[in-house]
């Protein structure tokens, strides 16, 4: 039980982490990523961190 809670506590601050950089990365005018190749990876370490979450969350015992 602590480990779920420990996993979802630290794929939850990847999550926040990852998705203020692609936030501040993106540009607006352009519609453009500045760093493309980082972005990818950015982006899917976000997509997988936030499949881990919604896992876990679904996957929770009842009380």
């Known amino acids: 039980m602590e480990k779920k809670k420990a996993s979802s506590f630290i794929f939850g601050i990847i999550a926040i982490i990852l998705g203020c950089t692609l936030w ?18 950015y982006a899917i370490t976000f997509a997988f961190s936030v499949y881990v ?7 929770r015992p009842e009380k």
């Open 24 to 41: 501040k990365q993106f540009d607006f005018k352009n519609l453009k990523f500045e760093h493309t190749g980082l972005a990818i990876i």
């Open 53 to 59: 979450l919604v896992k876990n969350y679904r996957n």
